[in-house]
């Protein structure tokens, strides 16, 4: 049973880098892609961008510009830098998995229990 | 956004309730529909054409034409108050995007 679990700071300044950790247990990051979404705070959710194992990323356009994300496969876990944050990035972050198949497409299927970050001085 | 979802939704206990999603991709896309409750990780509960994960009761159920997903819940219960996601790859296929949410209340 795949499990997903966010860790990062819980507060970051404006202007700085938001840097959070997905760690993947009971399976392996190899051979699927993995997903960072966000929600505001009574709001939606917000599709942030992909990697699939192989290291290639997919970005949403809105945030292209200050997003990265990585994966370490040593130790089976996803980053997310956003750079330049402001208040408007203040959200519950959550990683998840994206699993294809191939009669049924991607679905994002394992959630992890989201972290939230709030970003001010 | 990319795909359109009506904000909130009611329906009275056992009755059917459609949650629609409107989006000129989901010409070419199926869309993922996801359950969230308050101060919870969103659940999946339909992928693809018409497929429940293990565990999703068989009251759920998709469908999909032209540009309209849509997510049916036939004899709703207290337990599926919650807000409703679908999503689907954009319109340039490469990102993903989420409709607004709806959410649904049970009378």
């Known amino acids: 049973q795949v499990q997903l679990q966010e860790s990062g700071p819980g507060l970051v300044k404006p202007s700085e880098t938001l840097s959070l950790t997905c760690t993947v247990s009971?399976?392996?990051?190899?051979?699927?892609?993995w997903t960072w979404i966000r929600q505001p705070p009574g709001k939606g959710l917000e599709w942030i961008g992909d990697?699939?194992?192989?290291?290639?990323?997919n970005y949403n356009p809105s945030l292209q510009s200050r997003v990265t994300i990585s994966l370490d496969t040593s130790k089976n876990q996803i980053s997310l830098k956003l750079s330049s944050v402001t208040p408007a990035d203040t959200a519950v972050y959550y990683c998840?998995?994206?699993?294809?198949?191939?009669?049924?497409?991607?679905?994002?299927?394992?959630w992890g229990p989201g972290t939230t970050v709030t970003v001010s001085s | 956004s990319e795909l359109t979802q009506d904000p909130a939704v009611s329906v009275a206990l056992g009755q059917t309730v459609r949650i629609t999603c409107l989006g000129d991709g989901l010409r070419s896309y199926f869309a993922n529909w996801y359950q969230q409750k308050p101060g919870q990780a969103p659940v999946l509960v339909i992928y693809?054409?018409?497929n429940r994960p293990s565990g999703i009761p068989d009251r759920f159920s998709a469908s999909s034409s032209g540009n309209t997903a849509s997510l049916t819940i036939t004899g709703a219960q207290a337990e599926d108050e919650a807000d409703y996601y679908c999503n689907a790859r954009g319109s340039s296929g490469d990102f993903w995007v989420f409709g607004g949410g709806t959410k649904l209340t049970v009378l």
């Open positions: 998840a998995r994206n699993k294809y198949e191939l009669l049924t497409g991607y679905r994002l299927d394992v």
């Open positions: 009971g399976g392996s990051i190899s051979n699927d892609y």
């Open positions: 693809g054409k018409n």
């Open positions: 990697i699939y194992y192989s290291g290639s990323t």
